[in-house]
């Protein structure tokens, strides 16, 4: 893992947990995330319809500074660890029932995920892991899933 470190904050309970990167296995993706967040974002997470304990969030506008086709598959995988963070990139007409571009950034916050769609199996890249106050993040992704949207801040640690 390496030693910048990322936030995510959920905004209305005041609860920070700590993001380590994977630049070991996802050098291109942690790179672009880092970049994207030269100023922290602010966005409403919702809990993800299909791949079970995880929570979703876009990247604003102001935060797309990298060509989404150019990073590529990095440490894959279908079946998430409790604390990954997810990257995956929807183009506009890439799901019939969905046509609209969509920068998704996943937080999975428990056992038994599995990265799928509306389509079938997704591969997304894992690019990074919750290792500092996971189980504060926990209860705010629970609440995510039994109240609804709640705003969230991702940002680099200073």
């Known amino acids: 893992m390496s030693e ?3 936030y995510i904050k959920f905004l209305e309970a005041d609860v920070t947990g700590i993001i380590s990167l994977y630049e070991d296995v996802a050098p291109k993706t942690c790179d672009a995330i880092w970049g994207a967040l030269h100023q922290p974002i ?3 997470a919702l809990h993800a319809s299909f791949t ?3 929570i979703m969030m876009g990247l604003p506008e102001s935060a797309q500074t990298f060509d989404p086709k150019s990073l590529g598959p990095e440490n894959i995988t279908s079946f998430p660890a409790p604390g990954e963070l997810l990257w995956f990139y929807q183009p ?3 799901f019939k029932m969905d046509p609209d571009e969509f920068w998704e950034i996943g937080l999975v916050y428990g056992e038994g995920a599995r990265t799928a769609g509306p389509t079938g199996w997704t591969a997304p890249n894992f690019w990074g892991k919750v290792t500092e106050n996971f189980d504060a993040v926990v209860q705010q992704c629970r609440v995510i899933r039994r109240k609804g949207e709640r705003m969230v801040e991702l940002g680099r640690v200073k």
């Open 4 to 6: 910048r470190k990322l």
């Open 42 to 44: 602010q966005w409403p």
């Open 52 to 54: 079970g304990p995880e």
């Open 92 to 94: 506009k007409n890439y």
